[in-house]
């Protein structure tokens, strides 16, 4: 996902839809200049980076934030997942861009140019960080991958008190959970009652069943809007402009 504030740019998270990111933004020409922020380094959230064709541009710019996990800092992560035998080329070979890299700590705020940034940990096997994004009196919320639970867990509340937009994983429905429990995800009715609770003004339904279509999908949404009336569930390509009040 990407985020613009202003003229700052922030990608979260680097699965496969970074590849069609960063073709648009070889297309659109000129020095490229991002901050990618990882909220944890299992592969379907990093397995597009060695697909990012402005990773090969001498001129862009990237740093790469994420947290320390198992000893290793997130420089550790991505180069370890980019050595032969899991992937033929190392990173080091394919960026001809300048890399930074910033380990962070779980729930130390900090800034990315204007843009504040706090962060709480998620239930999610590995661990996971949950971001809020704050910029010129907007917010964002980033939840992906996080375990559901009876009642919305209070970190993640309070994370996301009273922000613009929250995304939120809604992998399951209740019946699909109870046969995966432990897995990480969330059920959408999960995401619904982080959103009351938090009293978000927007929701976003993210990181879907990838076995489930668009119109399953399209059900689902209107079983949630009947809760929750400014539930979204994201589509590729999908753009969300966050507007003051």
């Given amino acids: 996902m990407e985020v613009r504030c202003g003229e700052r740019r922030i990608i979260l998270d680097a699965g496969s839809g970074i590849r069609a990111l960063g073709e648009r933004l070889r297309d659109a020409g000129g020095r490229v200049e991002a901050a990618v922020l990882l909220s944890h380094y299992h592969y379907d959230h990093l397995q597009g980076i060695p697909f990012f064709a402005p990773l090969a541009e001498p001129a862009n710019r990237f740093t790469f934030l994420g947290p320390r996990r198992e000893g290793r800092s997130v420089q550790d992560a991505l180069e370890g997942q980019m050595v032969p035998p899991y992937f033929p080329v190392t990173l080091d070979q394919i960026a001809r861009a300048t890399l930074d890299f910033r380990s962070i700590e779980p729930g130390e705020p900090f800034n990315i140019g204007p843009v504040r940034i706090t962060s709480a940990e998620l239930e999610h096997p590995g661990g996971n960080l949950g971001y809020r994004l704050?910029?010129?009196?907007?917010?964002?919320?980033?939840?992906?991958?996080?375990?559901?639970?009876?009642k919305p867990a209070e970190s993640l509340v309070e994370l996301a008190r009273g922000?613009?937009?929250?995304?939120?994983?809604?992998?399951?429905?209740?019946?699909?959970?109870?046969?995966?429990?432990?897995?990480?995800?969330?059920?959408?009715?999960?995401?619904?009652?982080?959103?009351?609770?938090?009293?978000v003004k927007r929701l976003v339904l993210f990181h879907h069943d990838p076995e489930r279509d668009d119109r399953a999908l399209d059900a689902l949404l209107w079983q949630a809007r009947s809760s929750f009336p400014r539930t979204t569930a994201a589509r590729e390509g999908q753009t969300i402009r966050v507007v003051r009040g």
Avoid: C, I
Avoid at 134 to 150: I, K, M, P, Q
Avoid at 176 to 199: I, P, Q, V
């Fill in 163 to 199: 922000a613009d937009v929250l995304l939120h994983d809604a992998m399951y429905t209740g019946p699909e959970y109870e046969a995966r429990r432990g897995w990480g995800h969330s059920t959408w009715n999960g995401a619904l009652a982080t959103a009351k609770a938090a009293k």
């Fill in 134 to 150: 704050e910029f010129a009196g907007r917010s964002l919320v980033y939840a992906t991958d996080v375990e559901h639970t009876d």
